[in-house]
């Protein structure tokens, strides 16, 4: 793996667990997340339900997480 890959994989694992963390699904089932993303996926940007989404999602980064508790994973920083 190169220099660049690990950077890369370092940024993303804390940023991605810790929207799962946020989202109150830390102990939700790995096959019920990867289902969710996979259907997410199929949601054209730009859309209606995309919107909607990214609401949702901008809301819930203004408000406390769903699942605080001492999980040792940073607030992900805001992304678009």
């Known amino acids: 793996m190169t220099a660049d890959r690990k950077k890369e994989a370092r940024e993303k694992f804390p940023l991605l667990g ?16 990867l289902g969710g993303l996979i ?29 605080a508790g001492s999980s040792g994973i940073a607030e992900a920083p805001e992304w678009h």
Do not use: T, W
């Open 39 to 67: 259907e997410l996926a199929s949601v054209a940007p730009g859309s209606a339900e995309h919107r909607r989404l990214r609401d949702i999602g901008e809301e819930a980064f203004k408000a406390p997480a769903l699942d």
């Open 18 to 33: 810790g929207i799962v963390v946020r989202a109150g699904l830390s102990n939700a089932d790995r096959a019920f997340l």
